[in-house]
């Protein structure tokens, strides 16, 4: 699958995860423009469920060993936070809960007993100066990740300095086939 090059860049000031950024441990942003073709109207939802869906084996793996590891110190498992979310009524997109949602954005996550995690699928246009590198002068889009991470105590302190060059990979890897699977797929 081909892949298109991924930018870090500034915590999006446009983003209602904002409010959260002074506070936070751990915060990341990373940027992918969008392809331009159709003039296609993206939705935060439809980015979303292509983000975090259809994950490579690797980190299927990657996720099991987490929740067989994290289990064992009172962690909820991904699926019981999927479950817990259902039982509860609240959406999911794969398996982290739907917390809010505008036309620009989306944000899923979760408060756990380690940490209180948001991630936000953000649309947005791409700065000028990304336009002109594109080629030309078209009207173009770029969806921005954000994740925003608050600790509870010095597990969850632990918990993501070891997880955070995965996470990195993670969003990165995702962002990079992101456009490729929008143009071939529905979500």
């Known amino acids: 699958m081909p892949v298109t090059p991924i930018r870090a860049v500034s915590f999006p000031g446009e983003s209602r995860l904002r409010p959260s950024y002074k506070s936070a441990y751990f ?103 990304m336009a002109n590198d594109r080629g030309g002068d078209e009207s173009c889009k770029e969806v921005v990740a954000t994740t925003v991470v608050h600790c509870h105590g010095l597990f969850g302190k632990a918990y993501i300095t070891i997880i955070k060059p995965f996470h990195v990979l993670i969003v990165k890897y995702n962002l990079a086939r992101l456009p490729n699977k929008i143009v071939t797929k529905e979500y």
């Open 27 to 129: 915060i990341d942003a990373f940027a992918v423009t969008l392809p331009t073709q159709g003039s296609k109207a993206y939705r935060p939802d439809f980015l979303a469920k292509a983000f975090f869906t259809e994950w490579p084996a690797w980190f299927s793996l990657l996720m099991w060993i987490r929740d067989q590891v994290m289990s064992v110190f009172g962690v909820k498992r991904s699926t019981e936070i999927q479950a817990a979310a259902a039982k509860k009524g609240i959406e999911t997109i794969a398996v982290f809960p739907v917390i809010s949602r505008s036309n620009n954005e989306i944000i899923l996550g979760e408060n756990d007993s380690h940490l209180n995690f948001q991630t936000s699928i953000l649309i947005r246009d791409v700065q000028p100066s």
